[in-house]
């Protein structure tokens, strides 16, 4: 495990926690690849990868288009199968709890469907 990790990037508080607390993870993989669903600034993605760069850590993009009808959990997951991840990385429960229990989420969706070990954070 954590041999080739996806790490799942939108930018939120939640995403720095998760990138900070799986540094010395990634910096130990063979791989690691920075997963963007929908909309991305390729400058936030430049920086991103200088400062996994400034760690030792030469990482790829893979940028996803968001689909209609296809929640970006499951995206998270194919894309980590596809990649051939044996860990993903991601922040988690970036709406508040009552949100995501009543109405659901992409934290929700990924336990649920994910069948690699998640690395949340809060």
Do not use: N
Request: glycine share 10%.
């Amino acid at each position: 495990m954590g041999e080739a990790i996806a790490f799942a990037w939108d930018g939120s508080p939640a995403a720095v926690r998760a990138l900070t607390q799986a540094l010395p993870l990634m910096t130990a993989a063979r791989s690691v690849r920075i997963v963007t669903i929908g909309t991305v600034e390729d400058a936030e993605i430049a920086s991103l990868s200088d400062h996994l760069a400034w760690h030792g850590v030469q990482a790829g993009h893979r940028h996803v288009a968001a689909v209609a009808g296809v929640k970006t959990g499951q995206q998270l997951v194919d894309e980590a199968a596809s990649l051939g991840a044996d860990l993903l990385v991601m922040g988690g429960y970036g709406h508040a709890l009552w949100r995501e229990l009543l109405l659901g989420g992409t934290t929700r969706e990924v336990t649920k469907a994910c069948l690699i070990p998640v690395l949340l954070s809060h």
